[in-house]
């Protein structure tokens, strides 16, 4: 009896175990830590591709931020996942390469040219917000 409890005890152990790992994982995947809370920057540019996958979109564009003389530069734009962005109206064929976009978003705390996104204004001047409610 003694060597049935020990066996039901340590595969409790083993799985609780495994959905702590599988929960930091989870939770390590959707930080946000790397973008600035705080601050909001406004990137145009051309698109040069998009990744619709899940769980996150990804978009690439040549572009600088707005009202700035910089050269452009290449910028990533991470997005939500591909149903929240269809859920706006914005699907896989309303934009395509070679698009004008302004993408707003939380910069990078590293300076690095990437930003997560918080709206995005179409080549056809519609604009759609991600922004938390």
Known sequence: MKSIGNQLMLLGVVAALGIAAGTT????HHSQSQFEPELTVSVEG???KGSWSN???LFVLQGRKVGSS???Q???VE???????ETKGWGRAVSKP????TF?????RDGQPELLLLSVTLADGKTISFKPE
Request: glycine letters at 10%; a neutral charge.
């Open 98 to 101: 070679g698009d004008k976009l």
């Open 104 to 108: 707003e978003g939380r910069p990078r």
């Open 74 to 76: 290449e910028w990533t």
């Open 79 to 85: 997005g939500p996942s591909p149903r929240q962005l």
């Open 55 to 57: 769980p996150h979109t």
């Open 46 to 48: 051309t698109l040069s």
């Open 25 to 28: 994982t989870l939770v390590a």
């Open 70 to 72: 910089d050269a452009p």
